[in-house]
């Protein structure tokens, strides 16, 4: 029972062999104020409050599984993510998004920003997820959470 476990645990891993679904989500907007005082960051809760973007959905709908998508800490505005699509591989949520800059040279507002998005999906489809992986356009991991679910 238990090299079952493990050897499964181990393919859903595996780069280049994939068993990826495709994940519909809903867009619940963005913000250039989110308050991460850090890099870029994923994530994953029940309701938007504890991710720090309740702003962004007042009202929790029953159901639902919110991701918060965080650029980081920016020097200036001009700085954006967004998040594309996401698929479920195994036990794991790949949010892939876009990380825009501004261009070189381009006039900007000087004030520190920190560009976030939140989205979410059914909490079916979330059912079993035990990680959360955030790649920009690039295919480059940006961040990476573990994903606890409650017991309802």
Do not use: W
């Amino acid at each position: 029972m238990f090299a079952a476990a493990l050897f499964a645990g181990c393919a859903s891993s595996t780069s280049g062999v994939s068993n990826t679904q495709s994940v519909p989500f809903t867009d619940h907007g963005t913000t250039q104020q989110s308050g991460n005082d850090g890099g870029a960051r994923i994530t994953v809760a029940t309701d938007p409050g504890p991710i720090g973007l309740a702003q962004l959905a007042p009202a929790a709908l029953g159901g639902r599984v919110y991701i918060g998508v965080f650029a980081g800490t920016q020097r200036t505005g001009g700085y954006s993510v967004k998040v594309d699509r996401i698929e479920r591989s195994g036990d794991s949520l790949v949010v892939h998004a876009a990380f825009s800059t501004p261009a070189p040279g381009a006039f900007t507002i000087q004030v520190i920003t920190s560009p976030a998005q939140l989205v979410s999906i059914d909490q079916q489809t979330a059912s079993g997820v035990h990680s959360a992986v955030l790649l920009d356009q690039s295919g480059a991991e940006r961040a990476r959470a573990t994903v606890t679910q409650s017991r309802s």
